[in-house]
């Protein structure tokens, strides 16, 4: 059973530029979340998606980032413009539906870097 | 919202050493804590979690308390062993849903063999 797959593992953009990462959950996993993680931190929650919906995405940035799960294909993290600023680790995670909701998988990570 | 410390944030041992991670939460309606591992270039991963309906859960050589009366769990890694030389992060979420998962800074263990 492949895990969480995220593509591509590196990417290098110019500022201005924009940047597509994509994930594909773990087969029957239906809920996808993305985290950013800076340098020397934590993860931070950017937004958690179910196929055709954003459940929640109160870690996102206002302007510049949207993520979408259509009802086929993996889900993508777009930032428009970028910045020195959005350079960082990009992680996807997923879950199953209904009760084991909670836990949550993750892929390898995206990592941007901003020239 | 909930905000979760960690502490140590390195911790070295000797191979064979038992090694202790903490960490508290602010938010009382928590009740899921995972305990993640991160590789150098990997993507976390889950390595025991604990709900609040318990105090402690063993897996071999890993175990995590919860008090949920002082808000702090723990990982517990027993016969530390080089291979356990890693990033592992802390978390909380709370229902519904349990959607975010809010996370700690990390702490970094290395084992010198």
């Known amino acids: 059973n492949a895990g969480v797959m995220q593509n591509p593992r590196h990417l290098v953009r110019r500022r201005g530029q924009e940047a597509r990462l994509r994930c594909s959950p773990m087969?029957?996993?239906?809920?996808v979340y993305w985290y950013r993680q800076l340098p020397e931190e934590g993860l931070k929650f950017m937004v958690y998606?179910?196929?055709?919906?954003?459940?929640?995405e109160s870690g996102m940035p206002k302007e510049r980032f949207s993520a979408e799960f259509p009802k086929e294909g993996p889900s993508i993290l777009r930032i428009q413009q970028v910045v020195r600023g959005d350079s960082a680790a990009y992680f996807c995670?997923?879950?199953?539906?209904?009760?084991?909701?909670?836990?949550?998988?993750f892929g390898p990570g995206t990592r941007l870097t901003v020239t | 919202g909930e905000n979760v410390e960690q502490h140590p944030s390195t911790l070295s041992v000797q191979e064979g050493d038992s090694a202790v991670i903490k960490c508290t939460y602010s938010?009382?309606?928590?009740?899921?804590f995972p305990w993640y591992k991160q590789e150098l270039g990997k993507g976390p991963q889950l390595i025991i979690d604990?709900?609040?309906?318990?105090g402690e859960k063993k897996d071999q050589r890993i175990a995590v308390t919860l008090n949920k009366t002082a808000k702090h769990f723990s990982l517990h890694i027993t016969e530390t062993q080089p291979e356990d030389s890693a990033v592992y992060f802390c978390a909380a979420s709370r229902p519904p849903g349990y959607s975010t998962l809010t996370f700690g800074k990390g702490t970094m263990l290395l084992v010198s063999p």
């Open positions: 604990i709900r609040s309906n318990v």
């Open positions: 087969k029957g996993h239906s809920h």
């Open positions: 938010d009382s309606a928590s009740n899921y």
């Open positions: 995670a997923s879950s199953y539906p209904g009760s084991r909701a909670y836990e949550q998988y």
């Open positions: 998606l179910q196929k055709e919906n954003i459940i929640d």
